[in-house]
């Protein structure tokens, strides 16, 4: 029988949200291919992840010299596992991790790669995929030659679904040779302790409409009254004010939340690129004519120094009153 692999990525002994949603999407493609659904998983300690995974068959690469991600050692995993199993189909979330990933498994088992998809659907027996082009001003239908169909899958855009009640995997123990050209010999967090940003599912960003890294704390404020994650655009980024790791946009990192807060941000297109596909997208600037209202859901008008703490203190009541 047909199958179709993805790849779980853990993070500090976690599933990572955005794994779950390429097996999510996995199953809801099985049933067109009538296939099953299998997936790898790799790292220290993690065996005991498998039965959470909702897949038929889990692959577990469980070793120490597997502890820290290495593209070298990863990538030939995995592509033991495809010479292996043979599936139709590798979906691999567009994480960081899975951006370096995914094009040396394509490489190394000569297949093609669709980047960052938005949508997959089955079309005569054969997938074809939805991602974006042009900094998101347009969008290209793509389809496979060859088997496997490797894509990359944007977080949060694919619809997360339970497993099934009382589904018990298949779990498969593997090795992999883990001798490398390089090796991690430290991991540095920087954000310890905040929402993920390409996870979140509200995001509160600020601009240059602030004026100074002195007010980027209404931002943050907002931010914890909703449990959100924080970001920023790349002029303030350039400028100093806030760390590379939060900036949205083309050349930062690529988001789609439930709730996108932009505050004082103008809504260039390398912006817009990284956070349009979010689904209700709020812009506060005072600038009337400014381009991030043609792609908001809802716009306020008006002086950010005035509505942030606002909105701020009604987000406090608002989660208070909730308990």
Same mark, same amino acid.
């Given at each position: 029988?047909?199958?179709?692999?993805?790849?779980?990525?853990?993070?500090?002994?976690?599933?990572?949200? +955005?794994?779950?949603?390429?097996?999510?999407?996995? $199953?809801?493609?099985?049933?067109?291919?009538?296939?099953?659904?299998?997936?790898?998983?790799?790292?220290?300690?993690?065996?005991?992840?498998?039965?959470?995974? *909702?897949? =038929?068959?889990?692959?577990?690469? &469980? =070793?120490?010299?597997?502890?820290?991600?290495?593209?070298?050692?990863?990538? $030939?995993?995995?592509?033991?596992?495809?010479?292996?199993?043979? +599936?139709? @189909?590798? !979906?691999? #979330?567009?994480?960081? !991790?899975?951006?370096? !990933?995914?094009?040396?498994?394509?490489?190394?088992?000569?297949?093609?790669?669709?980047?960052?998809?938005?949508?997959?659907?089955?079309? &005569?027996?054969?997938?074809?995929?939805?991602? #974006?082009?042009?900094?998101?001003?347009? %969008?290209?239908?793509?389809?496979?030659?060859?088997?496997?169909?490797?894509?990359?899958?944007? +977080?949060?855009? /694919?619809?997360?679904?339970? +497993?099934?009640?009382?589904?018990?995997?298949?779990?498969?123990?593997?090795?992999?040779?883990?001798? @490398?050209?390089?090796?991690?010999?430290?991991?540095?967090a920087t954000a310890e302790g905040k929402v993920e940003l390409s996870e979140a599912q509200v995001i509160v960003s600020g601009g240059r409409g602030l004026k100074g890294p002195e007010h980027f704390h209404l931002v943050q404020e907002?931010?914890?009254? /909703?449990?959100?994650?924080?970001?920023?655009?790349?002029?303030?980024? =350039?400028?100093?004010?806030?760390?590379?790791?939060?900036?949205?946009?083309?050349?930062?990192?690529?988001?789609?939340?439930?709730?996108?807060?932009?505050?004082?941000?103008?809504?260039?297109?390398?912006?817009?690129?990284?956070?349009?596909?979010?689904?209700?997208?709020?812009?506060?600037?005072? =600038?009337?004519?400014? #381009?991030?209202?043609?792609?908001?859901?809802? *716009?306020?008008?008006?002086?950010?120094?005035?509505?942030? #703490?606002?909105?701020?203190?009604?987000?406090?009541?608002? %989660?208070?009153?909730?308990?």
């Amino acid at each position: 029988m047909a199958t179709i692999l993805t790849f779980a990525e853990v993070r500090d002994g976690k599933l990572r949200r +955005p794994s779950l949603e390429a097996i999510s999407e996995a $199953r809801r493609l099985a049933a067109g291919l009538g296939a099953t659904v299998s997936t790898v998983l790799i790292g220290n300690g993690v065996a005991g992840l498998a039965s959470g995974l *909702g897949a =038929d068959t889990v692959h577990v690469f &469980d =070793d120490a010299a597997l502890a820290s991600y290495a593209t070298e050692v990863w990538a $030939r995993a995995v592509a033991k596992v495809i010479a292996a199993t043979k +599936p139709v @189909a590798v !979906l691999i #979330p567009f994480t960081a !991790l899975g951006k370096d !990933l995914a094009p040396r498994i394509a490489a190394k088992v000569g297949a093609g790669l669709v980047s960052d998809c938005v949508a997959l659907k089955v079309v &005569d027996g054969r997938l074809e995929a939805r991602r #974006p082009m042009y900094a998101g001003k347009a %969008f290209a239908n793509v389809r496979w030659e060859g088997e496997p169909q490797i894509a990359t899958l944007r +977080p949060n855009v /694919f619809a997360l679904s339970a +497993p099934e009640a009382g589904k018990t995997a298949q779990v498969v123990t593997e090795t992999v040779e883990s001798a @490398a050209r390089a090796r991690v010999t430290s991991v540095k967090a920087t954000a310890e302790g905040k929402v993920e940003l390409s996870e979140a599912q509200v995001i509160v960003s600020g601009g240059r409409g602030l004026k100074g890294p002195e007010h980027f704390h209404l931002v943050q404020e907002l931010g914890d009254a /909703f449990g959100a994650a924080v970001g920023a655009s790349r002029a303030i980024v =350039d400028a100093g004010w806030v760390d590379h790791q939060l900036q949205v946009g083309q050349t930062g990192k690529t988001v789609s939340p439930s709730l996108y807060i932009a505050c004082g941000i103008s809504g260039a297109i390398q912006h817009l690129a990284g956070m349009s596909s979010s689904r209700i997208i709020v812009a506060i600037n005072k =600038d009337g004519d400014a #381009p991030i209202f043609k792609v908001a859901n809802y *716009g306020l008008l008006g002086d950010a120094f005035e509505i942030l #703490p606002q909105l701020t203190e009604a987000a406090k009541a608002h %989660f208070a009153a909730k308990g």
